[in-house]
C-alpha cells in the first residue's frame, strides 16, 4: 500500500496525540492524589504501591505481548482498543471509594491503565514502519515519542485547576472522556495500516518474539536504550530536586526553571529525525541513524558535564536543558532501527526495546537519591554522563545494516 503525504501526515499527527493523551491520563494521578489520597484514607505508601505495582509493572510487562498483538492483528485496531482502555481505566480511577475498596479498585484501575497504554510506544513504533516511507521514519518517530513531553507538560496546566474548582473526581471523568474522544478520533481519522503477514500459529509467532531476548544486535540497542532511558529519567524525574538541592532555588523558581528541560526537548526532538533521515537518503539509512544517535550521545554526555560544573544557575539550566534535548534527539534513530532489527516481529521487538528502557527508569529513579548521599551532585552528574557515553558506545557494536530475522524456534 502506497502512503500519500496526506495521509503520512494524518497518522503521524494521531500518533502524536495518541502519545500526548496516554501521559496526559497517566499524570492525571500525580495531580488528584493531593486530594483523592486523603479523602480515601490512603496513605503516600498506598499511593506508591498503586503507581509503581499497578500502573508501572503492569505497563513494563506488557510491553512485548502488546507488540506481539500489534504485530499479528494490526497496529489501527489494537491502538483504537488501547484509547478505549486508556479511558475506562481512567473513569473507573474516579469511581474509587464509591464502593467496595478504594485500594483495590483504584490499584485495578491503574493496572488496566498500566496494560492498555503499553501498546503505545511498540505498536505506534509498528505503524510508522508499515506505513511511513522509509526516508521519514525516524522524524515521524521524534515527533511521536516525544509529544508524551508535551503531554507531561499539559497535564498540571489543564487538571490543577479543574481540581481546584471541582474536586479530584472530575479530573478522571475528563481525563476518561479525553480517552474515549481520542478512540473515537482514531478509528474515525487514522489512515489504514497495512496487517503484517503473521506467523501460522499465535504459539510460533510468541516464539519468534522470545528469540529476539537471543538476538544479538536486538539485545545490544536494548541495552543502549536502557542506558539512554536511565539517563533521561534522571533530568525527568530529579531535576527539580536538582534545582532545589544543588542550585538553592525556591519552590517556586523550580517549578518554573523545572519545566525547561522537558518542553526543550519536546522542541528540539525531531532535529534528530530529520537529520539521520536526510543522511540517510544520502548514505546507508542505518548507519546514519546510529552516527546521529551516537552524536547525540555524545554531545548530551558533555552538555551534562558542563552544565554541572557552571558556577551560574541560569546558564547550567540551559546548557543542562540541551543536554535533556540532545538525548531525546536519539529517541527516533533507536525505535526505526529496532523495528528493523525485528525482522518479521517488528511490533515485538519495539516492545522489547521499551521494555528495557522502563527498566533503566526504573533503576536511576531508585539510584539517585543513594547517589547523591555518597557522591554529591556533581559527580553524580558526571557518573551519569559516562552512563550516555557507554550508551554510545554501545551502538557501534550494532551491525544496524544486518538486520537479523529472529528464529522460529
Known amino acids: 500500500m502506497?502512503?500519500?503525504?496526506?495521509?503520512?501526515?494524518?497518522?503521524?499527527?494521531m500518533l502524536a496525540l495518541l502519545s500526548l493523551i496516554g501521559y496526559l491520563l497517566r499524570t492525571d494521578i500525580t495531580i488528584a492524589q493531593e486530594l483523592m489520597a486523603p479523602a480515601l484514607g490512603l496513605s503516600m505508601a498506598d499511593m506508591g504501591l498503586i503507581t509503581g505495582l499497578g500502573f508501572q509493572?503492569?505497563?513494563?510487562?506488557?510491553?512485548?505481548?502488546?507488540?506481539?498483538?500489534?504485530?499479528r492483528f494490526g497496529a489501527r485496531p489494537i491502538l483504537g482498543i488501547a484509547l478505549i482502555g486508556m479511558g475506562i481505566a481512567s473513569l473507573a480511577s474516579g469511581l474509587a471509594g464509591t464502593f467496595g475498596s478504594a485500594f483495590i479498585l483504584l490499584f485495578a484501575a491503574r493496572s488496566l491503565l498500566g496494560v492498555a497504554q503499553a501498546a503505545t510506544y511498540p505498536v505506534g513504533a509498528l505503524a510508522i514502519r508499515q506505513r511511513v516511507p522509509g526516508d521519514y521514519q525516524t522524524t515521524a518517530s521524534a515527533i511521536f515519542v516525544s509529544t508524551s513531553l508535551l503531554g507531561s507538560a499539559l497535564a498540571p496546566l489543564v487538571l490543577a485547576p479543574l481540581m481546584a474548582a471541582t474536586g479530584w473526581?472530575?479530573?478522571?471523568?475528563?481525563?476518561?472522556?479525553?480517552?474515549?474522544?481520542?478512540?473515537?478520533?482514531?478509528?474515525?481519522?487514522?489512515?489504514?495500516?497495512?496487517?503484517?503477514?503473521?506467523?501460522?500459529?499465535?504459539?510460533?509467532?510468541?516464539?519468534?518474539?522470545?528469540?529476539?531476548?537471543?538476538?544479538?544486535?536486538?539485545?545490544?540497542l536494548s541495552l543502549a536504550y536502557l542506558l539512554h532511558s536511565a539517563v533521561f529519567f534522571v533530568f525527568i524525574f530529579w531535576f527539580f530536586r536538582y534545582l532545589t538541592d544543588a542550585r538553592g532555588m525556591s519552590l517556586l523558581a523550580s517549578g518554573f526553571w523545572g519545566s525547561i528541560p522537558p518542553i526543550t526537548a519536546f522542541l528540539f526532538a525531531p532535529i534528530g529525525g530529520l537529520l539521520a533521515d536526510r543522511l540517510g537518503r544520502r548514505y546507508r539509512p542505518g548507519r546514519a541513524r546510529r552516527a546521529v544517535a551516537v552524536g547525540c550521545l555524545v554531545v548530551a554526555a558533555l552538555l551534562v558535564l558542563l552544565g554541572a560544573n557552571l558556577s551560574d544557575p541560569i546558564l547550567a539550566i540551559a546548557v543542562l536543558s540541551l543536554s535533556v534535548a540532545s538525548i531525546n534527539?536519539?529517541?527516533?534513530?533507536?525505535?526505526?532501527?529496532?523495528?528493523?532489527?525485528?525482522?518479521?516481529?517488528?511490533?515485538?521487538?519495539?516492545?522489547?526495546?521499551?521494555?528495557?528502557?522502563?527498566?533503566?527508569?526504573?533503576?536511576?529513579?531508585?539510584?539517585?537519591?543513594?547517589?547523591?548521599?555518597a557522591l554529591g551532585w556533581?559527580?553524580?552528574?558526571?557518573?551519569?554522563?559516562?552512563?550516555?557515553?557507554?550508551?554510545?558506545?554501545?551502538?557501534?557494536l550494532v551491525r544496524v545494516d544486518r538486520p537479523e530475522v529472529p528464529a522460529t524456534a
Open 169 to 220: 473526581r472530575p479530573v478522571f471523568l475528563v481525563s476518561g472522556l479525553v480517552g474515549l474522544l481520542g478512540a473515537a478520533a482514531w478509528f474515525a481519522l487514522a489512515p489504514a495500516i497495512p496487517r503484517p503477514a503473521a506467523a501460522t500459529t499465535l504459539g510460533s509467532q510468541t516464539r519468534s518474539a522470545l528469540a529476539l531476548f537471543r538476538n544479538r544486535d536486538v539485545v545490544l
Open 378 to 396: 556533581t559527580t553524580l552528574l558526571a557518573v551519569w554522563a559516562g552512563v550516555a557515553g557507554v550508551a554510545a558506545l554501545l551502538w557501534l
Open 57 to 71: 509493572l503492569a505497563y513494563a510487562l506488557f510491553q512485548v505481548p502488546a507488540g506481539i498483538l500489534g504485530d
Open 329 to 373: 534527539a536519539a529517541e527516533g534513530p533507536f525505535w526505526v532501527t529496532i523495528t528493523s532489527l525485528g525482522g518479521s516481529t517488528p511490533g515485538a521487538a519495539a516492545g522489547v526495546l521499551n521494555l528495557m528502557g522502563n527498566l533503566g527508569g526504573v533503576i536511576s529513579i531508585w539510584a539517585v537519591p543513594h547517589m547523591r548521599e
Open 2 to 13: 502506497t502512503a500519500t503525504p496526506r495521509d503520512t501526515r494524518l497518522l503521524v499527527g
